[in-house]
């Protein structure tokens, strides 16, 4: 075990990172506006636990892909168990699917969930070991227009975020048109094998697909003249696909055919698809987020039956780094309000009225101090405070409170009995 110093132990893991003031707010505010989106489409919330069984991504995810050969948070229990942290939800919640027997359920089932993932990768600008996904599923469908809907819905969410989205688009095909693709590229790529990059020379055996996304110089080159799956596809499958592209056009989601796109997970079929926005210069910037048909992750599981489902994520963390300014900010902006009392009997009455006023409408911030009141106006107005509420003696007597705008320095009376009714004008 790697021993650490104090300095170490007290900064957080690298790559995860601690979220409070602005950056916990919207956050909690993307996932609202993204929750209350996907329930309007008639998506409903699913949970799965944090921790999976190991062999749920070995399978579901595969191996030869990145997230299993080298990200994954492996654990094994007390008890001999393999556990991993989640490093991606799709798989996660196809298990829950089998495994509570939805498939009874009228189908399709539309879920939507969130939360941290995690994935042992370098950290960067955008990329977290601890990241944070908001996903969509569609199960038990193998209706194009369900695509579209994953699509729309994705698509409405990023547009929240005030930029431009675009649609990369591709379609993979089924399980053997794939694999006769994958000979005939690995075949072309054996040909320039030393034109290739060296990761890449390494991945003609393992996951030659990849190769087709590769950010390596001299393999862009060669990939200009790679073979396009788009054209070993079976006429189903290309109408499948075109039947997708219908209704992105009906739906006028801007997209673009994209032949390389191939996405880093195994189980995906057929539709594959990315979201990305344009920065200034125009240039395309990392995707915001991806997904696509898993038609046969059921099976590959161990389910004796195959689910056609079509599902994606998107990156939370990066959504947020790029979004407006004004973006994902409070819906309904409860008031602030900071709540002077002064001695013990105050505080109690403070504390009494904190829970009798409407907690929807209002955000009470209890000073509860026994500071001089002087000091206590700094301190709100240094916490950006306008109003002030002000409780002592006299007003307990009376049966009223003090409340004081600190900007305009002006204050008034007013009866318990019409507090709520005041500080909501
Ligand atoms: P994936 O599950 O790989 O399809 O990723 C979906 C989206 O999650 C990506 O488009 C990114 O926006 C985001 N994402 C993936 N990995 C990371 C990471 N390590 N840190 C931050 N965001 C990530």
């Not at 991993?84 to 969930?113: K, S, W």
């Not at 370098?122 to 469908?141: A, D, N, V």
């Amino acid at each position: 075990m790697n021993k650490k110093s104090t300095k170490d132990i007290l900064q957080a893991p690298r790559g995860m990172r601690d979220f409070f003031g602005n950056t916990f707010q919207k956050r909690k505010n993307f996932f609202r506006t993204a929750e209350g989106l996907a329930e309007h489409y008639g998506f409903s919330g699913i949970e799965t636990p944090i921790l999976e069984h190991t062999e749920v991504f070995l399978k579901g995810v595969g191996e030869g892909t990145d997230i299993v050969d080298k990200e994954m948070y492996n654990l094994e229990t007390a008890g001999g168990d393999r556990l991993t942290l989640r490093p991606e939800g799709t798989a996660a919640v196809m298990r829950a699917y089998i495994e509570h027997g939805m498939g009874t359920l009228p189908q399709p089932l539309m879920f939507y969930y969130g939360g941290p993932f995690f994935r042992h990768e370098k950290p960067q600008k955008g990329r977290y070991r601890q990241l944070y996904q908001f996903g969509l599923e569609i199960m038990g469908s193998k209706n194009p227009a369900h695509d579209a809907l994953i699509i729309q819905t994705g698509y409405e969410i990023l547009k929240q975020s005030g930029k431009e989205i675009i649609v990369g688009i591709n379609s993979i095909g089924n399980n053997n048109e794939r694999a006769q693709y994958i000979q005939e590229l690995k075949a072309f790529y054996k040909k320039h094998e030393h034109e290739l990059g060296e990761t890449d020379q390494k991945r003609i055996e393992t996951n030659p697909l990849r190769i087709l996304d590769s950010k390596d110089a001299s393999t862009k080159k060669i990939n200009e003249n790679a073979p396009e799956l788009l054209n070993s596809l079976g006429m189903e499958s290309r109408i499948f696909f075109d039947d997708v592209l219908d209704y992105l056009d009906m739906l006028n989601i801007p997209y673009e055919v994209v032949p390389s796109l191939v996405r880093g997970l195994d189980y995906y079929e057929h539709t594959v698809f990315e979201f990305v926005t344009l920065d200034t210069q125009g240039e395309k910037s990392h995707a915001l987020g991806g997904g696509g048909r898993y038609d046969g992750l059921a099976e590959t599981l161990g389910h004796n039956k195959a689910i056609p489902s079509v599902g994606l994520g998107l990156g939370v963390d990066r959504i947020i780094e790029i979004a407006d300014e004004e973006s994902f900010q409070d819906e309904n902006e409860q008031k602030k309000v900071f709540f002077i009392s002064l001695g013990k009997e105050a505080h109690g009455r403070a504390l009494a009225l904190a829970r009798e006023l409407n907690s929807d409408t209002l955000q009470l911030h209890l000073a509860l101090s026994d500071q001089k009141i002087g000091k206590q106006f700094e301190r709100a107005e240094k916490l950006g405070f306008e109003q002030v509420l002000i409780l002592g003696e006299n007003e307990i007597k009376e049966n009223t409170i003090i409340l004081k705008n600190l900007k305009t320095r002006k204050q008034k009376i007013i009866f318990l009995d019409n507090l709520q009714e005041e500080l909501e004008k």
